[in-house]
Structure formats: C-alpha cells, structure tokens
C-alpha cells in the first residue's frame, strides 16, 4: 500500500457555539518521510488559524459579556398587604399614618398613602 495524499483538519473554538474549521490536504511524492509531512500539515493549520485570528491570544475561547444576575421574584404577602391597607384607610390622625409609611413603601401603597395624608391634612 502507498500513501499518496496526507490530509489533516482540526476545529478551532472562536466562542461559545462558533468553530472554525481548517485543513490541508498535502500530495506526497516517492521520497517524502510521512511523519515530517504530517506534522507540516498541521503546523499550517495551526499558523494559518492562528495568523487569521488576531483578536484570540492562541487558545483562548472569545468571552461574550456576562448577562446580569436576574432579580428574584418578589414574594408578596398578600395578608399582610390587605392588612396595611386598611390600616392606612382606618388611620385617623397624620400620627398614626407616619407609622405605617414603611408599609406603604413595602406593598406599593403609596399612592393611597399619600391620598390618605392629603385627606387628613385638610
């Protein structure tokens, strides 16, 4: 058997999903050492990606930017909610409304609050 041809290919990561694959086919003639030839061929591949690939320090794998942590559900107590509205509604002094500001703040309730200290106000 005669080896006539030597091909080699590899598949270079670019980023994440994304390769780049480069090969060579090299025809040998009567004379030439196998070994040397194939490790040829793949020196080439390896320049050429490397030589066509500027932005890639060799090796490294392009980093697509980091999505941002995504914000936790908000769990709401809806008891609790209910609870500080109609505290808020049954308030009868400006007094007993400051206290309950940070509920207000805490369930989205500050519209109400602030009809409500309108209403009292008067």
């Given at each position: 058997m005669k080896v006539k041809t030597i091909s080699y290919a590899k598949v270079f990561p670019l980023a994440a999903y994304v390769n780049e694959k480069i090969g060579v086919e090299i025809e040998l003639d009567d004379n030439d050492n196998y070994d040397k030839t194939f490790l040829t061929a793949k020196n080439l591949v390896e320049k050429f990606h490397k030589?066509?690939?500027?932005?890639?320090?060799?090796?490294?794998?392009?980093?697509?930017?980091?999505?941002?942590?995504?914000?936790?559900?908000?769990?709401?107590?809806?008891?609790?909610?209910?609870?500080?509205?109609?505290?808020?509604?049954?308030?009868?002094?400006?007094?007993?409304?400051?206290?309950?500001?940070?509920?207000?703040?805490?369930?989205?309730?500050?519209?109400?609050?602030?009809?409500?200290?309108?209403?009292?106000?008067q």
């Open positions: 030589d066509n690939n500027p932005q890639l320090e060799y090796g490294e794998i392009i980093k697509f930017p980091q999505q941002p942590e995504p914000t936790p559900l908000k769990i709401i107590d809806y008891k609790a909610k209910e609870n500080a509205e109609k505290q808020i509604d049954n308030a009868t002094t400006l007094e007993d409304l400051d206290l309950l500001i940070a509920d207000a703040a805490k369930y989205n309730l500050v519209s109400q609050f602030n009809e409500k200290k309108k209403q009292l106000s």
